[in-house]
Nanobody, 129 residues
Framework: QVRLVESGGGSVQAGGSLRLSCAAS????????IVWFRQAPGKEREGVAG????????YYADSVKGRFTISQDNAMNTVYLQMNSLKPEDTAMYYC??????????????????????WGQGTQVTVSS
């Protein structure tokens, strides 16, 4: 059974922090690539950060490196996205997604939405200046 449920979005001022959660079913979570994407109005969906839940690798967009941290809790089948030093340009709907892909290609596929079939409903993040 596929299940992805995001939570933790909200409204903050620039410089603030939020932590997003993606609760997944065990089938969806185990040994998969789980990625946070975001989409602002009028813009394409953008890969923000990804994690290999069966390995040690994580991936980040250049725009969030040093500010965002993706992590996992295997006991809870949950992936977190800690977002610090938020900027107005981080404002978007944030989606959690998962895919079973060739692990050796994760670095080339994690940021490409066309590879992902299962998506959560999204959680809104709004950063004001």
């Amino acid at each position: 059974q596929v299940r992805l449920v995001e939570s933790g979005g909200g409204s903050v001022q620039a410089g603030g922090s939020l932590r997003l959660s993606c609760a997944a079913s065990e089938y969806t979570y185990s040994n998969n690539l789980i990625v946070w994407f975001r989409q602002a109005p009028g813009k394409e969906r953008e890969g923000v950060a990804g994690i290999d839940t069966g390995g040690d690798s994580s991936y980040y967009a250049d725009s969030v490196k040093g500010r965002f941290t993706i992590s996992q809790d295997n006991a809870m089948n949950t992936v977190y996205l800690q977002m610090n030093s938020l900027k107005p340009e981080d404002t978007a709907m944030y989606y959690c997604t998962a895919a079973i892909l060739d692990r050796t290609q994760y670095s080339r596929t994690w940021y490409r939405p066309e590879f992902f079939v299962y998506w959560g409903q999204g959680t809104q993040v709004t950063v004001s200046s």
